[in-house]
C-alpha cells in the first residue's frame, strides 16, 4: 500500500489544497475505499495501560478524525486505538485559512486550526451509533475559543461522552487557541485538573481513565510543576506531545514563517527528549503516551525505550499513506521475534536517562 501509495496516491493528494486532501481522505474511509488491513494478532505487542488493553501500542492521535466520524475505520488500519477530537461543547469553525501548510522536504505540517469541530452533539450521536463496536476509541476534549469559563467547557466534555469514550484526553496544549496553554501553569492545571477527575469520578459505572496532552515548547521548570501537580490527583497518564512552535533545524523553504504548530519528522528528538525527562519526574507508574515524528517501527520503538507505554502518530499518515499503521505493528512484531523479546512492555524506559540528559531544543 505505501508503495502505490508513494508513487500515486501522494501526488494526486498534494495536489489538492492540505485540508481539502484531509476531507477527501475521510470520505475515503468513510466509504470503504481504503482496504482494512490483516489482523495482526501478535500477543506480544498486547498492552496493559490504565486498565485498558491495548491490542498495540500504535493509536492514532486526535487531529485527524476531528468529528469522530471515522474512529472505526481508523482502526481497521492496523491501530491498536484511535482518539478523536479536538470536541469543544460549541460548534466553531477555526482560525481563517489557509491554515494547514506542508513541509515536503522535512515530512513536516503546519497548522493553525484553532479547533474547527462541529460540536458536541454531532459527535455524541456518531459516538452511540457505535457504542456495540470493539476497539478503543478515544475522545480529546477542549475549550471553545470564545468561552467565558474554559474549565467548564473540559468538565462538560467529560459529562457528554463519559458513557461513549474508552479514555479521555485533556487538551491543554495546541497553541493555536490564544491562551489555552496558559492552563499548563500550576496553579491553572490544579483548578482545570481538580474540576475535570471531580466530574469522572461523579459519573456512574464505568471509571473512564483520563489523560493530559502537554506542550513540548516547555521549560524544565515546567516540567517540574506539571510532574509535580498530577503527582496531587488521580490522573491516569500523561501525552507527550502537541505541535511545536519552534522551527529549529528545519530544510524546507516553503511556508516555514506561517504561524502555527509544528508536526512530523522535526518534532520527534524535542518531543522524545520532553518524554524521557517526564518519565523521570513521574516515576515508573504513571502511564505515558508518546507523540510526534513516530513514522515507523523504529521510531515507535525509540518512543517507548524513552518511557512511552504506548505511541501515537499522525502526520507521517499523511506522507506515507494509510498502509502506515499496519506496517509499523508489523515492522513492531518482527524486530521482538528478531531480539527474542516476549513483550514489548520490557522495552519501555530502556533509555529513558540517555534520552533525558539531552537538552531541549531551542
Known amino acids: 500500500m505505501s508503495g502505490l ?131 478503543i476509541v478515544g475522545v480529546n476534549i477542549g475549550a471553545n475559543k470564545e468561552s467565558a469559563d474554559r474549565v467548564a467547557d473540559y468538565v462538560m466534555g467529560i459529562r457528554k461522552f463519559h458513557s461513549l469514550a474508552s479514555y479521555f484526553t485533556v487538551n491543554i496544549s495546541s497553541p493555536n487557541t490564544p491562551g489555552l496553554r496558559d492552563l499548563q501553569a500550576r496553579e491553572s492545571l490544579k483548578e482545570l485538573l481538580g474540576a475535570v477527575l471531580e466530574e469522572r469520578d461523579a459519573q456512574p459505572g464505568v471509571r473512564r481513565p483520563v489523560f493530559l496532552k502537554i506542550a513540548p515548547d516547555l521549560a524544565e521548570t515546567s516540567l517540574d510543576d506539571i510532574a509535580a501537580e498530577v503527582a496531587l490527583h488521580p490522573l491516569d497518564g500523561l501525552i507527550i506531545s502537541n505541535t511545536t512552535l519552534s522551527r529549529t533545524g528545519l530544510r524546507s523553504s516553503r511556508n516555514v514563517g506561517e504561524a502555527g504548530g509544528l508536526s512530523g519528522t522535526p518534532l520527534f528528538e524535542r518531543s522524545t527528549i520532553v518524554l524521557a525527562k517526564m518519565r523521570q519526574r513521574v516515576g515508573p507508574e504513571l502511564p505515558l503516551i508518546g507523540v510526534g515524528g513516530v513514522d515507523s517501527a523504529a521510531t515507535a520503538i525509540a518512543k517507548i525505550r524513552a518511557g512511552a507505554d504506548l505511541v501515537q502518530l499522525y502526520t ?12 509499523i505493528v508489523k515492522g513492531l512484531s518482527a524486530a521482538l521475534m528478531r531480539d527474542r523479546i516476549t513483550t514489548i512492555a520490557a522495552l519501555r524506559d530502556c533509555d529513558v536517562a540517555d534520552w533525558a540528559k539531552k537538552p531541549i531544543p531551542a
Open 5 to 135: 501509495f508513494q508513487s500515486i496516491g501522494r501526488r494526486m493528494l498534494f495536489s489538492l489544497d492540505p485540508e481539502d486532501a484531509h476531507g477527501l481522505s475521510i470520505k475515503a474511509l468513510k466509504t470503504g475505499l481504503v482496504p482494512a488491513c490483516v489482523p495482526n494478532n501478535d500477543p506480544a505487542l498486547r498492552v496493559a495501560v490504565a486498565g485498558l488493553s491495548f491490542p498495540n501500542p500504535l493509536g492514532m492521535a486526535a487531529g485527524y478524525d476531528k468529528n469522530a466520524e471515522v474512529p472505526d475505520a481508523l482502526l481497521k488500519l492496523g491501530f491498536g486505538f484511535a482518539e478523536v477530537g479536538t470536541l469543544t461543547p460549541l460548534a466553531q469553525s477555526g482560525n481563517p485559512k489557509p491554515r494547514i501548510f506542508r513541509l515536503v522536504e522535512d515530512k513536516a505540517v503546519i497548522n493553525r486550526l484553532g479547533f474547527n469541530n462541529q460540536g458536541h452533539e454531532p459527535a455524541f450521536r456518531l459516538l452511540t451509533e457505535r457504542r456495540s463496536h470493539a476497539g
Open 316 to 327: 507521517s499518515l499523511i506522507y506515507h499513506g494509510p498502509g502506515l499503521a499496519g506496517e
